[in-house]
């Protein structure tokens, strides 16, 4: 999937997930990342897909998704960046297969 999304420049990535994944990589995986190999990693991958940033609006979009739907902060920033970014689908394991926000619509891709 990601390949594709990188590939066909039609999927995007939240600046949160990259975050996440930077933190996971260099600090708390069992197999960690090397701080050169995350610089190539951020470069080749990421930078094309990391099209939608923080914003107030983004920020707000957020704070209504999280009380709304009972979503944890960083849940609903990562749910708002997709909206923002107009995707049809986010793949995610951590919400609901087939649930709906608006027409934005989760997909777990482990199932």
């Not at 990601?2 to 990535?13: C, D, N, Q, S």
Request: glycine content about 4%; overall charge negative.
């Amino acid at each position: 999937m990601i390949r594709t999304a990188v590939e066909t420049r039609r999927g995007i990535v939240s600046y949160q997930v990259v975050q996440e994944f930077l933190n996971v990589v260099l600090l708390k995986s069992t197999i960690t990342m090397s701080h050169i190999d995350a610089e190539q990693y951020l470069e080749t991958i990421f930078r094309p897909l990391l099209v939608v940033f923080p914003s107030l609006d983004l920020y707000a979009q957020a704070l209504h998704l999280a009380h709304r739907h009972s979503l944890s902060w960083y849940d609903a920033l990562i749910v708002a960046s997709a909206i923002e970014g107009q995707c049809a689908v986010l793949f995610s394991e951590d919400f609901q297969n087939g649930q709906e926000f608006g027409s934005l619509r989760i997909e777990n891709p482990f199932l």
